[in-house]
Nanobody, 115 residues
Framework: VQLQASGGGLVQAGGSLRLSCTQS??????????MGWYRQAPGKERELVAS???????DYATSVKGRFTISRDDSRKRMDLLMNSLTPEDTGVYYC????????WGQGTLVTVSS
């Protein structure tokens, strides 16, 4: 496993969670330009939630704009997703990924938002 996602859990609607993605192994994953967080809700396809480049350019799914913040610290080989004002629609398994010539995926962390 090269990327590990953590920080998921059960939270009430309106609450917050911070997901983290860290690297193991020797691959230079955090030298890759494009990294992001994806999620897969029950019965739905995996979708991009937020992405970030090495220079800090970010992009967010419309549904999370203004509520989620993605960040990365390449020196610490860590990428975070701060999620505020969570709703039950944010429930799903969240995956971190680095995508390029080769893709690296974390194992996923479950976020459950109760109403």
């Amino acid at each position: 496993v090269q990327l590990q996602a953590s920080g998921g859990g059960l939270v009430q609607a309106g609450g917050s969670l911070r997901l983290s993605c860290t690297q193991s192994g020797s691959a230079n994953i955090f030298r890759m330009n494009y990294m992001g967080w994806y999620r897969q809700a029950p019965g739905k396809e995996r979708e991009l939630v937020a992405s970030i480049t090495r220079v800090g350019d970010t992009d967010y799914a419309t549904s999370v704009k203004g509520r989620f913040t993605i960040s990365r610290d390449d020196s610490r080989k860590r990428m975070d997703l701060l999620m505020n004002s969570l709703t039950p629609e944010d429930t799903g398994v969240y995956y971190c990924a680095a995508r390029g010539v080769r893709d690296y995926w974390g194992q996923g962390t479950l976020v459950t938002v109760s109403s």
